[in-house]
């Protein structure tokens, strides 16, 4: 019968068949240790001289790792044995035998090369650790949906081919549209003020695409973002949805993934910290921290990786950052009526150096500022008409966020750079595979 490997507790004393792959081997005398990998987990068959024909135990001393195989066997119970169980082999069916896998077979953090793994991608996500970070990174996407569908949000997506920015024209990737200019989404923001008043909360989740010229370990040129809108929300109700939200989502991810995180070697009391509430500062109290740490840094600028990481580690759990200088935030951010050269914004930082993992804002919904802004950030006003329709028709004030999935799946796995966070990374001058 065949079985997979995270349902083998449930057989113990049977007979089973698994399907899958050779992660690795061991040989010890009379014995050949075969590590199998079948997707849902890793698991040991022990292939004993004096227990199968001679013809197996060649074809288990042979084999080399990253062959595709079907194993039967019987499953025994073995506290030791990580997943509490092993196999005592009985047959092996090589379904194709591999002798010269490009990756070698040392300990990943050994390998000096990244790029090479890069480039080897599409094996890459076979070992044991792209296997833990992405399962972190399936539990995370559904903790948000989950979370969000309680909370009464509807998933509605946004487009990808779009005719305008929203975060700034510097990273637009443009593309031909039956001969007229058309772009990959920045955001879907827009579009989902637009279902805001037709749905009350909603929310999209897809691929976004930034133009990035940046090579740091927290951009990508293409990622995933999950961008709630809320009609009537203040930026007080946004603080509170964003802090319930990871709150959740990392409670989640401890309780169904504790064993990837361990396998990553996470120090899980940084996550298990994760409680509200978290600290709610003023980019002024912030920049107050830069100046006790001893960082040059003038007000109004923009913070920098540098000065994120510098804020977040005067904390234990996300910090949210509030009411930054409007000539850095974008033009559809509403002012601060109590300080007009401040926005009702929220930048969230995570903790332990990982940087803004959260932006969002009150929106502008007066129909005359947002025109002045949109001009003002040297917009054409032309491509915005249906957007200045909300302001229009029926405007509320209203607000939102976006997450970054890749940087909150980095700060949860504890992993560097966020190029591990998804399936195929595209960064600056990386497309292939
Ligand atoms: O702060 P950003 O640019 O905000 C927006 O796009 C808003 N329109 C969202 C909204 O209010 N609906 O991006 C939001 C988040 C960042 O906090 C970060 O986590 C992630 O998206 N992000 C990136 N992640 C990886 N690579 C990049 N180049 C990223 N740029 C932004
Ligand atoms: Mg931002």
């Not at 698994?18 to 009379?30: M, P, Q, V, Y």
């Not at 169980?85 to 990943?108: C, F, H, S, W």
């Not at 319930?244 to 990392?250: E, G, M």
């Amino acid at each position: 019968m065949w079985v997979y490997v995270e349902d083998l507790p449930r057989h113990v004393g049977e007979k089973v068949e698994l399907r899958g792959w050779l992660a690795n081997r061991r040989k010890s005398g009379k014995l050949v240790f075969l590590i199998l990998r079948d997707g849902t987990g890793f698991v040991q068959g022990v292939v004993n001289r004096a227990e199968v024909d001679e013809e197996t135990f060649e074809r288990a001393r042979r084999l080399y790792y990253e062959s595709s195989v079907r194993v039967t066997g019987k499953v025994r119970a073995d506290s030791r044995a990580p997943g509490g169980v092993e196999l005592d082999v009985e047959k092996i069916e090589v379904i194709q035998a591999t002798t010269d896998y490009p990756i070698p077979k040392v300990r990943e953090e050994n390998i000096p090369d990244v790029g090479k793994l890069l480039a080897q991608r599409h094996l890459w996500i076979r070992s044991r650790r792209q296997w833990a970070i992405l399962r972190v990174r399936d539990e995370v996407q559904r903790a948000i949906e989950d979370f969000l569908h309680q909370e009464g949000f509807l998933r509605l997506d946004a487009p990808i081919l779009t005719t305008m920015a929203v975060e700034g024209t510097t990273t637009l990737f443009r593309t031909d549209y039956f001969g007229e200019p058309a772009y990959l989404s920045q955001s879907g923001q827009l579009y989902m003020e637009a279902l805001a008043c037709s749905h009350g909360k909603v929310y999209c989740f897809g691929p976004t695409f930034r133009a990035e010229k940046s090579k740091t370990r927290r951009h990508l040129t293409e990622f995933w973002m999950m961008e709630p809108e809320w009609a009537f929300a203040t930026l007080e109700d946004l603080l509170d949805l964003i802090e319930n939200l990871l709150v959740y989502v990392v409670a989640r991810v401890l309780e169904r993934r504790r064993r990837e995180l361990e396998m990553l070697g996470r120090d899980l009391t940084r996550l298990e910290a994760v409680q509200k509430p978290f600290p709610r500062i003023t980019y002024d109290e912030a920049v107050e921290i830069l100046h006790k740490a001893g960082l040059a840094f003038t007000p109004p600028d923009d913070f920098g990786g540098d000065e994120e990481t510098v804020i977040s580690q005067a904390f234990d759990r996300p910090v949210m950052v509030t009411h930054y200088p409007a000539e850095v935030k974008a033009f559809y951010m509403k002012r601060d009526p109590e300080r007009p050269d401040r926005v009702r914004c929220v930048d969230v930082l995570a903790p332990e150096g990982y940087g803004e993992i959260v932006g969002g804002s009150e929106r502008e919904d007066d129909y005359e500022t947002l025109v002045q802004r949109i001009r003002e950030h040297g917009l054409p006003l032309e491509p915005y008409q249906w957007y200045l329709d909300l302001r229009r028709y029926g405007t509320v004030p209203h607000g939102g966020f976006g997450l970054g999935l890749e940087r909150t799946v980095a700060w949860i796995t504890g992993v560097r750079h966020v190029r591990e966070t998804i399936p195929f990374p595209r960064m600056l001058e990386k497309i292939y595979p």
